[in-house]
């Protein structure tokens, strides 16, 4: 059974005549500092997430790849570590213990499936003509409204819906609005208002989400460009493709990227190109997968907070 549990293989065809799939290998305990999954492809290569996994799954149909950092209705949060070598998703630190997201009444963690698009960089020297801050120097975040809460490390395809500008501590943050393009509803969504009529207040809750969530930690209210209100699909996608540029700026070394890692095994024209058979010493400087730690009751406490 642990074994099962340390091997896990999510497959995604990309729509094209060629079919790519991913597996993640967890290391070391899940709810530990030392807690790592790392990201294979078909071959059995180990792969970087970040830089490794292509953005688009089908770009003349306008599919985007996504990879499910935080499952939904789940606490921890989890993040692709774009600092450490290859990429792996792990649990964010501050103050040296564990990050859970708190439940801020009427919400349960995560009200999404929430994770990235590879291939996507918001650099913090960038200011963003339209909100007027840099960006949180991560890959592009986001939300996935379909029905199916997926499972950490996977990467699905999805359908662009539109997106919020978060403010957060003085940072670009944008959240891209997203459907699985598997959802069995997904040809129903394909703008932001879809969602505004299909699935009434969703938007709303997701602004609350955004705005309260870090309140519990003693921090003030999250602020957002353009009033709270969302950008639509076209919008959307031209921010990703900003992202997207940026990042080719990273990985190819034309701007610093700072302590980000850029290790990887696909762009052949970046100076951080390296062997994929190079990159098992990498994961196997992590501890072997163990049982997972115990977690505090802490993070099932729910917080009732009067907005402001």
């Known amino acids: 059974v642990l074994i099962a549990a340390c091997r896990l293989l999510f497959s995604r065809s990309n729509q094209k005549s060629t079919t790519m799939s991913y597996s993640v290998e967890q290391r070391a305990k899940a709810n530990s500092l030392e807690y790592r999954l790392f990201f294979k492809n078909c071959k059995g290569q180990y792969i970087s997430p970040f830089h490794d996994i292509p953005m ?35 649990q964010d630190v501050k103050k040296g213990k564990l990050r859970y997201v708190a439940n801020v009444f009427p919400h349960k963690g995560y009200i999404w ?10 650099n913090p020297t960038h200011i963003d003509e339209n909100t007027g801050f840099g960006g949180d120097n991560d890959p592009i975040d986001v939300c996935d409204i379909g029905s199916k809460v997926c499972e950490r490390g996977e990467v699905i395809k999805v359908k662009i819906l539109g997106t919020l500008a978060l403010i957060d501590e003085g940072e670009t943050d944008w959240k891209i609005i997203a459907i699985n393009a598997d959802d069995p509803e997904a040809s129903l969504y394909n703008d932001i208002e879809d969602i505004r009529r299909l699935k009434p207040n969703y938007l709303e809750s997701t602004v609350d989400w955004f705005r309260r969530y870090k309140v ?44 980000i890692n850029c290790v990887n095994v696909t762009v052949q024209d970046s100076p951080f190109f390296s062997k994929a058979e190079d990159m098992e010493t990498i994961v196997k400087a992590t501890p072997p997968c163990g049982p997972p730690s115990p977690v505090s009751e802490d993070v099932d406490k729910w917080y009732y907070y009067q907005k402001n």
């Open 56 to 90: 688009f799954a089908d770009e003349a149909k306008a599919i985007f790849n996504m990879v499910v950092e935080v499952p939904r209705w789940t606490n921890a949060k989890m993040e692709i570590a774009t600092k450490d070598p290859l990429n792996p998703i792990k």
């Open 113 to 122: 499936n929430y994770g990235a698009l590879p291939q996507t960089w918001e």
């Open 216 to 259: 519990p930690d003693g921090k003030p209210e999250n602020q957002f460009a353009f009033d709270a209100e969302f950008k639509n699909k076209d919008f959307a996608i031209n921010i990703i493709k900003s992202t997207h540029e940026h990042w080719k700026a990273l990985v190819t070394k034309k701007v610093e990227g700072g302590e």
